[in-house]
């Protein structure tokens, strides 16, 4: 196991509602990143925070939002949620920020927006 | 275009097949470069780092051709457990370690 752990597990929703999915770093990672992956494609890259500040983020809207916090768990919130929101949303968590170390995952979250 | 691109699939081999997985970036300036295992349902795993010289890991095998952006993955004598989804993955220079994936090249090994 990586020590990654995402919360909940799998998650049901109602369109035009609010999520938050929440993600334990790997202990003495100081980087997490989110990654959004719908059936049958690659992971995409939604933000990265590192020291508790945003570090990069990839093209998607403002309603996905996120947060560090001091002990490097992160969260992630979506916003007035649309039906391709439904996806796994994967946490990564690393060491050091300029991709040099190597990022483990956690389990996923699977949101069905309905 | 999309930043990273790999054979569609799926792979169907039997088991003791030698297979091949290729992968093209876009993004010069792409300074890191993977390959990651996903199972059904299940997070990715990173299953090896590629090196422009070439690297090998068993039976694994992958290579980098910076001058083409071209990726490849090996996977010599497949056994019935690498049936799994195989995605290339690119870390761009000073993006701050974010990885691009390709959109996965499913592998099926039967008996």
């Known amino acids: 196991e990586t020590g990654v752990t995402q919360s909940p597990t799998h998650l049901i929703k109602t369109r035009g509602q609010q999520v938050t999915l929440r993600c334990s770093s790997q202990?003495?990672?100081?980087?997490v990143s989110w990654y959004q992956q719908a059936l049958g494609q690659g992971p995409q890259f939604i933000f990265q925070?590192?020291?508790?500040?945003?570090?990069g983020r990839g093209n998607f809207p403002p309603r996905f939002s996120g947060l560090q916090f001091p002990n490097y768990s992160s969260e992630l919130n979506v916003n007035a949620l649309e039906l391709d929101d439904s996806a796994l949303y994967l946490c990564?968590?690393?060491?050091?920020?300029?991709?040099?170390?190597?990022?483990?995952f956690g389990q996923g979250t699977r949101l069905t927006v309905v | 275009r999309k930043e990273v691109e790999q054979d569609p699939g799926p792979f169907n081999v039997p088991e003791g097949a030698t297979v091949a997985f290729n992968c093209t970036y876009s993004?010069?300036?792409?300074?890191?470069f993977f390959w990651y295992r996903q199972d059904c349902r299940k997070e990715p795993k990173l299953l090896m780092s590629?090196?422009?010289s070439g690297n090998e890991d068993g039976r694994f095998t992958a290579q980098l051709n910076r001058a083409s952006q071209y990726i490849s993955l090996l996977i010599r004598d497949s056994k019935l457990s690498d049936s799994a989804t195989y995605l290339c993955?690119?870390?761009?220079?000073?993006?701050?370690?974010?990885?691009?994936f390709g959109q996965g090249t499913e592998l099926s090994v039967k008996p």
């Open positions: 990564a968590s690393s060491l050091v920020q300029q991709g040099m170390g190597e990022a483990f």
């Open positions: 202990s003495g990672h100081n980087t």
């Open positions: 925070y590192y020291r508790e500040e945003e570090n």
């Open positions: 993004n010069s300036a792409s300074q890191s």
């Open positions: 590629v090196y422009s």
């Open positions: 993955v690119v870390s761009p220079y000073n993006q701050g370690g974010k990885l691009i």
